[in-house]
């Protein structure tokens, strides 16, 4: 979708309302990770450096349903914003009301505002039309660059975007799209799909919407077992969806109609429990050995499969996590797919809190072409649906 961006728009003197996304995990109080806070900081600069007087940022955070919480506060991410941005961002206590208009109000020229987080009030997430009116006195110019939360249709993507007289994309909106969007309409070939993850039901739209679109089709993580178990082969008490096996047969009988390759785990790693330095066996997934334990991550034989399934990509897509890579005994098979990605010579595009971490922890994060900062969103505009954030922006 052509859609209007912050290009088109007019900035200079105006208050600028930035939707962004620093949804990003918080320990006591010190940011695990700012990658969704630096993925902001071209759109923050380019508004300040067109002249806006004020930069106004809103976020979610967590979910405190719809009241104030002390744990799911945003002044941290407004102490590393300033720290990454090199000047003082202002902290306003609530996102609507007296305190909020009042921090913008005393900003100085070129100025940036972070606001409370927008969940601490329950009309956020119910698209509370009041709740949007009180949000859009504090800037005359609407900016969206949020894709992480463009899926949800709530006040501060989906309302307020249509109660001020100019509203686009950031820098980060428009990246997000136009690498998806290229990726679904004009994919450089081969075209290789790697979907890990727990739930099959998950990303059922996702294959559905991807089948019409790859070459090969990459199964890992738990939700393999549910088509594992659809052959055939003992799982033991590895997560498996049992009303999804048909939907499972079904796929894969359509991918072999097709010519897809549909690449499914041949050996696995088992154990009797998640958790770090338990005993664990490699096995062939057909083996009756797994028990009653569980598979956690793909084995050897699967990793060097998979790493051949990319090598000639010219596109790769990735969302999911190979196994609960958290840990280490169940961390190769991820830790290996990543290194695989990255050596593609092609686009590779991966999505979703699990699979950033990944390709982070990985050590391969700029070697990756976009590094999607939308997990439900990525999977959702993937999986063909339209993004309630993105429609309520104009055309451009």
């Known amino acids: 979708m052509a859609i209007r961006t912050l290009r088109d728009l007019t900035l200079c003197g105006r208050r600028v309302f930035v939707r962004v996304d620093f949804n990003v995990p918080i320990t006591n109080g010190v940011i695990d990770d700012d990658t969704r806070i630096r993925a902001s900081l071209p759109t923050i600069q380019y508004v300040l450096d067109a002249g806006a007087t004020c930069a106004v940022l809103a976020s979610h955070f967590g979910r405190p349903k719809g009241k104030p919480n002390s744990q799911m506060t945003l002044k941290p991410a407004a102490a590393r914003l300033a720290e990454l941005l090199g000047r003082p961002v202002a902290f306003a206590d609530d996102c609507v009301g007296e305190v909020a208009e009042r921090a913008v109000a005393e900003a100085p020229q070129g100025g940036v505002v972070l606001l409370e987080n927008l969940r601490f009030h329950a009309g956020e997430e119910k698209d509370d039309p009041a709740f949007a009116q009180a949000l859009a006195k504090l800037a005359d110019v609407y900016i969206n660059d949020a894709f992480g939360a463009a899926h949800r249709a709530h006040a501060s993507v989906d309302a ?33 799909a790697v979907l890990g993850g727990a739930k099959v039901s998950d990303k059922i739209d996702v294959i559905e919407n991807l089948l019409k679109r790859v070459d090969r089709l990459v199964i890992g993580g738990a939700m393999a077992y549910t088509f594992l178990k659809a052959t055939g082969k003992p799982t033991g008490r590895s997560l498996v969806e049992d009303d999804k096996l048909d939907v499972a047969r ?13 690449l499914l ?15 664990t066996q490699t096995l062939a997934v057909d083996d009756p050995a797994i028990g009653d334990r569980m598979g956690l991550d793909i084995g050897p034989d699967t990793i060097a499969a ?40 092609g686009t590779t595009i991966v999505g979703g809190g699990d ?16 590094i999607s900062t939308g997990g439900g969103a990525s999977l959702e505009f993937l999986g063909g649906r339209n993004l309630p954030g993105v429609q309520a922006l104009p055309h451009a």
């Open 160 to 192: 307020l975007p249509r109660l001020l007289p100019q509203a686009g994309a950031g820098l980060l909106m428009e990246d997000e799209l136009r690498y998806l969007g290229e990726v679904l309409e004009r994919p450089d070939r081969p075209f290789v």
């Open 250 to 262: 079904d796929i894969m009988t359509r991918a072999n109609v097709m010519g897809i390759q549909f």
């Open 265 to 279: 785990p041949t050996d696995h790693v088992v154990a009797g429990k998640i958790e770090a330095g338990v005993a």
């Open 306 to 345: 998979y790493s051949r399934a990319v090598a000639d990509a010219k596109t790769v897509v990735w969302n999911g996590p190979m196994g609960v890579f958290e840990i280490d005994e169940f961390a190769r098979g991820t830790m290996a797919l990543a290194e695989a990605v990255a050596k593609v010579q």
């Open 355 to 370: 699979s950033m971490a990944a390709v982070h922890k990985a050590g391969v994060s700029d070697r990756i072409t976009h």
